[in-house]
């Protein structure tokens, strides 16, 4: 037996942070990106805010992979406010981090009944509608994916207005993540007619107007498109779960920092190659895995399918490789320029075991092996 569930309301199109007007008198605590407070947009909502004549205060303590020791802190700084409503304003890192919070706070205090709505700024991880976050462990260079139903925003806000003034670079890299969350979910183990529904039209909308969003922070339509695309891949994950690109990123991010979507980009095309299972024998072969009938229809919904399975997974590969060229993201870790050599490969056997632990690997189409990982991450060095 399977279910499909959207608890998240969504509310979406021009003007949507006037639903914050709308909340009347109550107590918010604000969980916010620091660079939404210093650049700005947090007066996009507190002005909202006065306007419902809620009370409210900001928690801007986040940053990248937020580490446990944030959550912490904010944990601390929620209970001591005692709000009625959380919201999240920022990228994944605050999202998550304020899911966390949340959690764990409800988890101390059993008598804390906490609203939950979640306004992204960029449009990567989809965040806002899923039960995941993920927070690090800096000691031990991990990451922790975590999933648990009372971690999902009840509702969500996507507002074009917040992600005109993200720079290109970031525009790059979270767009790819969301087409990463679509292929991956769509080809997931897990999948099924919703979620692949939903995995489709994500990548439909990326083909079409990511290297727009990426080209101009002023076309309003292809940034408010992305955005919507985005909350479909993570409706999608949220219900069929991810992959391998997901699990092997997760580490790098861990390890070198690298951006997480920029990882998936990197990653993407190779891991493609590798569930498919396409070789110099195949053509041999009278049926391939399933996996690659999904790829093939990926391909379709892009315009690139080609005159067989073969070389339309080969066409898919190309483009997006040529998706990260267009966009300035390097093709190997190697022209990233952050991370020497020895260090790498130095990692490759630690990285290679927690890939298989995560929790990503596990819907993976192929089911990997040590020796795999460990090549695949050589493979993309």
Same mark, same amino acid.
């Given at each position: ?9 969504? #509310? ?121 976050? #993920? ?30 003034? #993200? ?215």
């Amino acid at each position: 037996m399977k279910s499909f569930d959207i608890k998240t309301k969504i #509310v979406f199109g021009e003007h949507a942070l006037d639903r914050l007007t709308q909340l009347g008198r109550t107590r918010v605590f604000i969980v916010a990106d620091p660079f939404v407070v210093t650049g700005g947009l947090i007066r996009q909502i507190t002005d909202r805010l006065n306007v419902a004549g809620a009370d409210y205060t900001v928690f801007d303590d986040v940053i990248p992979d937020p580490p446990v020791e944030k959550v912490i802190a904010g944990v601390s700084a929620l209970v001591a406010y005692r709000p009625e409503l959380m919201i999240a304003v920022g990228g994944g890192s605050a999202i998550d981090l304020a899911k966390a919070v949340r959690k764990f706070a409800t988890q101390m205090d059993t008598k804390l009944s906490l609203r939950f709505i979640a306004i992204p700024t960029t449009s990567g991880t989809g965040s806002e509608v899923t039960s995941f976050a #993920v927070i690090s462990d800096p000691e031990n260079d991990r990451k922790y994916p975590l999933c648990a139903d009372d971690m999902l925003p009840e509702e969500a806000i996507l507002d074009e207005e917040l992600v005109k003034s #993200v720079p290109a670079t970031i525009t790059a890299d979270t767009g790819m993540d969301v087409m990463t969350h679509a292929i991956e979910a769509y080809v997931s183990v897990n999948n099924n007619e919703f979620s692949g529904a939903l995995a489709e039209k994500s990548v439909e909308i990326c083909g079409q107007f990511l290297l727009r969003s990426y080209a101009s922070c002023e076309d309003s339509h292809a940034r408010r498109k992305m955005h919507i695309a985005s909350c479909l891949a993570g409706l999608a994950f949220n219900s069929a779960s991810l992959g391998l690109t997901h699990g092997m990123a997760h580490q790098l991010g861990a390890k070198f920092h690298i951006p997480h979507g920029r990882a998936n980009a990197i990653l993407l095309p190779t891991i493609i190659q590798y569930n498919s299972n396409i070789n110099k024998g195949s053509r041999s072969r009278k049926e391939y895995d399933p996996c690659v009938r999904k790829y093939c229809n990926v391909a379709r919904i892009l315009g690139v399918s080609n005159l067989n399975e073969i070389t339309t997974v080969h066409a898919l590969v190309a483009y997006l490789r040529f998706m990260n060229s267009e966009m300035g993201i390097p093709a190997n870790i190697r022209d990233l320029g952050s991370v020497s050599a020895a260090d790498y490969f130095a990692e490759i056997n630690d990285m290679a075991k927690a890939a298989l632990a995560d929790a990503c690997t596990a819907t993976n189409p192929r089911t990997p092996t040590f020796d795999d990982v460990v090549e695949l991450y050589k493979k993309i060095w």
